[in-house]
């Protein structure tokens, strides 16, 4: 033993101390492991170069109390062929903190399976004991990504970095919010401490003070503050404050013959200047700014002084302590601007994407200038260094970002696809292997290898799933459609997806059936509404008719649903037109267009009860109507929901009499309603930010589950007993849920859940939840 005290053999006491923590573990997932075990083993894996499934096993991960695994396995060099399940749980250790257990077990299982699948089925299957999950995975196609560092509840709005000495991990990433907080990751993407809240309002601006590990805030409440990052507290607040105003603009900025200052932009053309350690106002001289949100950046002079730029809507002027100077226009109003590394350079975007090069010592010359996208403004640039050569990124509001060589702007590859929505904010984190940061308005910060390779590679479109639709029935035919094509697969065969319709965009699928006939119902963006027979050659030739073609709307319908049970094969749409339509698909007829809701209508859910068949409707108005199919006249009172938006509905029931309608509001609530009376029933509030959707989960007593779509997790809630039974842990937003009848098994649903790039089908067991 005592040769293992010998400097330099560390490394085999850890690997033989977490080889003997590991036989400690119960092979069941439900049964809690010692508290050091939970604590410390995958760190005393990690010291000992070992950090693998056989050394922290799967049945401990549910259990794990470091928080720490994902950031051990960034800091180590080991593959991934022995870690399946570690690196599966990587994916959801950030949105996993305050989940129980049994959750924990019941997500990893399935983000395993779908590792697995995304992989070519290579990996060894799940042990028997998460076999045993009140939910376990049927089939999945793609996983979520793992570019995602933090999911918002709220539109992710501004970025920094901090490199400040004393942070435990190196330099730290501080993300602001739209509801005013602040997030510090570590450059791993692992959570530093908890969200700091700091302002009333969204975050515009954040700016790190070199070598202090302060950072300044904006915010739209009209305030700057001062947050002590490696402390985790607020230091300063509203240091000013201007009400009715907000922050457009903050800077760091360095004036002849004095030290520098912080300079803070206000959108009535306010400019503060303050002391950077006091945060007291500072005397120095300043230019006369317009009302106009101005944007504010300090450029190195050729002589070593700074000139002050800002800007005056298409314009960018210069001030270099006594005069000021009109530098360069633009075809549109400046959204951004940035100095770069040569002395009296500095780069500048507008509203139309146009990105230009200009230097201060040759006002109104032109310099080199590039197309960001087409039709897309810019929101954001960052001066870096790629390879080694510097460089230039740029931030669309079409969720792009590119990288241009300096000085000449050449492309250095193509668009990174890295946002659903625009891109808010870039920053940098790391020297050695440093890794491109990016806040979205999709309420997601992603993280990417900072190469040209990660440009040079990148795919050419953001293959978005834009709807899908499971066949109720055996056997279960999966419908997708992703951009300009829809697909087909049998999820029981390893066949490959077929292709039924290229060249069209679908916004809403559902299948139904014609005659006794199996159809494809597919919403176009041309406001078509088709039906496809998937027995057909695929329609990717102009002569391709679809068996059946519904026009009526006058924008793209969101939602489709059949309504069963009723006399004919009738189908419901709901449209961004602001009306929900009434169709029979027999006779490609309009039976009914009902424009009551004053926006566009969102989503559908459909019931058959004693009385009938039931629609309900819930709409960017915030109200829910039910509609009786029968008579074609609207069922009860308008649900004045309170929500925001509707996003998503289900119908359940309360015993055999009473029937509930469930709404999935922007407001991040789950709200219950008696479908006669339109009385509110029960509510929750699942902590997930602005839920996408909802589905009902039919139980054999009568009574309905419902299932929730949060911005990181799927949540099982019991309306009954008023309690969340179980999170399913995704770690991206899922934006549709279908649930059908499990006709394979004993009392159980199939729950069909699609995200920005996967589709899952999970087993939801009764018995079990």
Not at 205 to 224: C, M, N, R, W
Not at 409 to 420: C, E, K, N, V
Not at 462 to 488: E, F, G, H, Q
Not at 734 to 746: A, F, G, K, M, Y
Request: charge should be neutral.
């Amino acid at each position: 033993m005592s040769d293992l005290l010998e400097p330099g053999r560390h490394t085999e006491i850890h690997r033989r101390i977490a080889a003997a923590l590991a036989e400690l573990v119960p092979d069941d997932p439900s049964l809690p492991p010692h508290p050091y075990l939970r604590r410390h083993l995958a760190e005393h894996a990690a010291r000992g170069q070992v950090l693998d499934d056989a050394h922290v096993p799967p049945a401990l991960l549910p259990w794990e109390s470091s928080l720490e695994v994902r950031r051990l396995l960034a800091a180590g060099d080991a593959g991934s062929a022995g870690s399946p399940w570690l690196r599966a749980w990587a994916r959801l250790e950030p949105f996993s903190r305050n989940v129980d257990p049994l959750s924990r077990a019941t997500s990893l299982g399935l983000a395993h399976h779908a590792a697995g699948a995304q992989a070519g089925g290579t990996q060894p299957p799940a042990p028997e004991a998460f076999a045993q999950a009140p939910v376990t995975p049927v089939w999945s196609e793609g996983c979520s990504p793992d570019s995602v560092w933090l999911v918002t509840q709220s539109r992710a709005t501004a970025l920094t970095t901090v490199e400040g000495t004393g942070a435990r991990y190196g330099p730290l990433v501080v993300a602001g919010d739209g509801q005013g907080q602040l997030h510090t990751l570590r450059r791993d993407g692992s959570t530093a401490r908890a969200p700091l809240h700091v302002h009333r309002g969204a975050v515009t601006h954040l700016l790190a003070l070199p070598g202090s590990g302060l950072v300044a805030t904006g915010s739209t409440d009209g305030s700057v503050a001062v947050v002590d990052v490696l402390q985790g507290r607020l230091a300063f607040e509203a240091v000013p404050r201007r009400p009715r105003t907000w922050v457009s603009s903050l800077a760091l900025y360095r004036p002849a013959g004095h030290t520098p200052v912080l300079l803070a932009a206000f959108s009535d053309g306010h400019l503060a200047a303050l002391h950077p350690a006091v945060f007291h106002p500072a005397d120095v001289a300043l230019p006369l700014l317009s009302g106009d949100s101005p944007l504010l950046c300090a450029v190195a002079s050729p002589g070593g002084e700074q000139l002050l730029l800002f800007t005056r809507n298409d314009e960018v002027h210069g001030f270099d302590g006594h005069t000021t100077q009109l530098l360069s226009r633009h075809g549109a109003r400046v959204r951004t601007l940035v100095a770069l590394p040569a002395p009296g350079q500095y780069a500048v975007a507008d509203e139309q994407g146009q990105v230009s090069v200009h230097r201060a010592d040759r006002p109104t010359e032109p310099g080199p200038s590039v197309q960001h996208g087409q039709r897309t403004s810019v929101t954001s640039l960052m001066v870096t260094e790629v390879d080694g050569h510097p460089g230039l990124l740029s931030a669309g509001g079409d969720g792009t970002v590119c990288l241009w060589r300096l000085p000449d702007l050449a492309s250095a590859g193509r668009q990174l696809t890295a946002h659903t929505e625009s891109v808010t904010a870039l920053s940098q984190v790391g020297l050695t292997r440093p890794r491109l940061v990016t806040a979205g308005a999709d309420c997601t910060v992603r993280s990417w290898p900072l190469t040209t390779r990660t440009f040079r590679n990148a795919p050419r479109a953001w293959d978005r799933i834009t709807a899908s639709a499971l066949c109720p029935s055996a056997p279960y035919v999966l419908a997708t459609a992703r951009v300009r094509r829809i697909n087909v697969r049998n999820i029981r065969t390893t066949d490959e997806p077929r292709t039924v319709l290229t060249g069209h965009t679908a916004t809403a699928l559902a299948w139904t059936r014609v005659n006794g006939k199996l159809h494809l119902a597919a919403a176009l963006e041309d406001n078509r509404i088709i039906l496809i027979d998937p027995r057909r050659p695929p329609g990717d030739n102009p002569a391709f008719r679809p068996a059946y073609e519904l026009a009526g709307h006058f924008q793209p319908a969101l939602a489709l649903v059949p309504l069963p049970g009723a006399d004919t094969d009738l189908l419901a749409s709901a449209s961004t037109d602001g009306r929900v339509c009434v169709w029979d698909l027999r006779t490609e007829e309009l039976l009914a267009g009902f424009p009551d809701h004053r926006f566009s209508v969102r989503c559908l859910a459909t019931h058959r009860g004693r009385e009938g068949v039931l629609l309900a409707s819930g709409g960017s108005d915030g109200n829910v109507r039910l509609w009786d199919v029968r008579r074609l006249t609207q069922h009860g009172p308008t649900i004045k929901c309170g929500q925001h938006f509707v996003n998503g509905l289900a119908i359940g029931q309360a015993g055999d009499q009473e029937l509930l309608v469930a709404s999935a509001g922007q407001d991040a609530t789950l709200k219950v309603w008696n479908a006669g009376s339109g009385e509110q029933t029960g509510q929750f509030s699942p902590g997930d930010g602005e839920l996408s959707a909802v589905a009902a989960l039919a139980l054999p007593t009568g009574h309905s589950l419902f299932a929730a779509a949060g911005k990181t997790s799927i949540h099982v809630w019991d309306p009954s007993a008023n309690r969340r039974l179980l999170q399913i842990v995704t770690g991206e937003s899922i934006t549709r849920l279908e649930t059908v009848p499990d006709r394979e098994s004993n009392g159980g649903s199939l729950l069909l859940a699609t995200g920005e790039t996967c589709t899952m089908l999970f087993r939801l067991h009764h018995d079990r939840i």
